[in-house]
């Protein structure tokens, strides 16, 4: 890292008739370190796999989805050429679909449908730079960067891969699949909103921002602040834990795409790593709290669980604070260092303002969940028994809680090993102390009675469901997009098919040859009828005929 040195080694696949598929993998510190975590992280995830999932009868199937979901990830983390990028996100998206649907329910079937189509789109847009990448000579993207930055050509590609990255990343108008992929297994959760799925857009982010336009930052800024705002806005109306985490997911990924599109591609990345550490612990010590709680999600039943799972509810605890910046923690080093270079960067008011609204967000829902989960008194069943995670749970839930502990301080040596200037006035140094103490309030009245039984009153009912609802985006996203081709197809159906074609093709056909074989059947059992009326009508023309 300190020579910044970057390794390229071909490894020729195969060769036929002189021509030869040669496949470039690319090392460099940024491929190696996330890769590094990508693979603790996953080991730990199958250790806690191995007692969360017991007694499953499919828990090999499971391991070997998982163990491709990493592959298809390393795919993606160290190639240079976007068509083995490709291969891995193809890879990352049908995997990511079969293990939403593991538990292969109606609920299960309906959201790893959302994900794999809103994962499409990104699919078509890596085509299409494919394809726009012909007249190269070489689908190496990384040799392009700076040599046509600023091209016409490349400012399409960019504009491509920044859609392929919003559909990953789940930025707004796609933010809808993302809460909804929580029908997965809860290590599975882990997974995918660490250090997999998701943050594979911000990776590829990473890896093409130097050929980011100055309207193409301003709209990732635009969006990714927006995605954030909402998804903190709506994780303090949300009362499943699972869907509050994985919101807080949706919130740091558009802060990392928010330190992109400022040019501080390299923060990001440092945010990237120590998210995936606390992210996952979180997901691990909610999957251990609604394991012991009969898999019930709804944090009111919960309360006073610090008595009950005192390891759980600590990890659990320490991830949290992670998340929203407790000095010393894995989260604090990265996300304070982004507001304070954000508060250096000339950026215009509304983006601060969304940033920082933001973070308060951030510490609100933060806190919030600390009320509701580990305060007050049990809530559930009064004679339920709890305990402890089990033994292969709590070794990895103990691997990652060092992580997230010592992390952060371990990360900024190694990728900031200088110290960085930073100069601010007080009012913007304190802003920050500000706006935490603010959002930490603000959960805690949020959690007790009085605000938070006049927020979802029925007075603000619209208010706190539109809130909560994440804007409406997921019905704008399934019913709303779903709905007007469905009845123009409902409408083309019973016009068409079962109306006019219906009555001149098969039907009409059908009553046409019946009533010609009826008449046909009538002349041939009436001969002698039928012959007396043709010569009493042929005698009567001939009468008629003679008389005038």
């Not at 992210?279 to 691990?284: N, P």
Request: glycine content about 8%.
């Amino acid at each position: 890292m300190m020579n910044d040195l970057v390794y390229f080694i071909d490894w020729n696949v195969i060769t036929l008739n002189g021509s030869s598929v040669i496949m470039t993998f690319l090392f460099d510190w940024m491929s190696l370190l996330f890769m590094g975590f990508v693979f603790i992280i996953s080991s730990l995830v199958i250790l806690y796999s191995d007692d969360y999932m017991f007694g499953d009868l499919n828990i090999v199937r499971f391991i070997l989805l998982v163990l491709m979901f990493v592959v298809s990830m390393m795919f993606l983390i160290i190639s240079p050429n976007v068509i083995s990028i490709l291969l891995g996100w193809d890879g990352l998206g049908l995997v990511s679909y079969l293990l939403v649907i593991y538990y292969q329910n109606v609920s299960s079937y309906g959201a790893g449908m959302l994900t794999v189509l809103s994962n499409r789109i990104g699919d078509v847009a890596l085509l299409m730079v494919i394809a726009w990448m012909i007249n190269f000579g070489s689908w190496s993207f990384i040799y392009y960067l700076e040599i046509l930055s600023g091209s016409i050509e490349m400012e399409l590609i960019s504009f491509l891969v920044v859609l392929a990255a919003m559909t990953s990343s789940a930025q707004i108008p796609f933010s809808s699949w993302l809460p909804a992929a929580m029908a997965a297994p809860t290590p599975v959760s882990a997974l995918v909103h660490s250090s997999t799925l998701v943050t594979a857009g911000v990776y590829l982010l990473i890896r093409f921002s130097p050929s980011f336009s100055y309207w193409l930052n301003v709209v990732l800024l635009l969006v990714s602040g927006l995605t954030m705002f909402m998804a903190g806005l709506g994780a303090n109306f949300e009362f499943d834990l699972s869907k509050i985490i994985a919101l807080s997911t949706l919130s740091q990924l558009g802060l990392m795409i928010m330190t992109i599109s400022i040019g501080l591609s390299g923060l990001a990345f440092f945010h990237l790593l120590t998210h995936a550490l606390f992210k996952a612990l979180l997901f691990m010590c909610a999957g251990g709290v609604i394991h012991s709680m009969g898999d019930s999600q709804d944090i009111r039943f919960m309360g006073g669980l610090s008595v009950y799972m005192p390891f759980t509810s600590s990890s659990l605890m320490v991830s949290n604070f992670a998340l929203c910046g407790m000095p010393f923690l894995a989260g604090f080093y990265s996300s304070d260092f982004i507001l304070e270079m954000f508060s250096m960067s000339y950026v215009n008011m509304f983006g601060f303002l969304l940033l920082f609204v933001s973070t308060g967000l951030t510490v609100c829902y933060s806190f919030r969940l600390f009320y509701f989960v580990l305060c007050g008194d049990f809530n559930f069943v009064p004679s339920y028994s709890m305990a402890e995670s089990n033994y292969n749970m709590m070794l990895g839930m103990i691997g990652l809680l060092v992580m997230s502990i010592f992390g952060g301080s371990s990360l900024m040596w190694l990728i900031c090993p200088t110290p960085s200037v930073i100069c601010l006035p007080y009012y913007l140094k304190f802003l920050t102390l500000f706006v935490v103490f603010l959002g930490g309030w603000l959960g805690y009245e949020i959690a007790g009675f009085v605000l938070g039984d006049k927020l979802f009153s029925v007075h603000l009912y619209g208010s706190s469901s539109f809130a909560g609802s994440m804007w409406f985006m997921p019905f704008f996203s399934t019913y709303g997009v779903s709905f007007g081709p469905l009845g123009l197809g409902y409408s083309a159906t019973s016009v068409f098919d079962s109306g006019w074609m219906e009555y001149f093709g098969g039907q009409g056909m059908y009553w046409v040859l019946f009533n010609a074989g009826s008449v046909n059947q009538w002349f041939q059992y009436n001969n002698l009828s039928v012959f007396l009326g043709f010569f009493v009508m042929w005698v009567v023309i001939l009468l008629f005929i003679l008389i005038y």
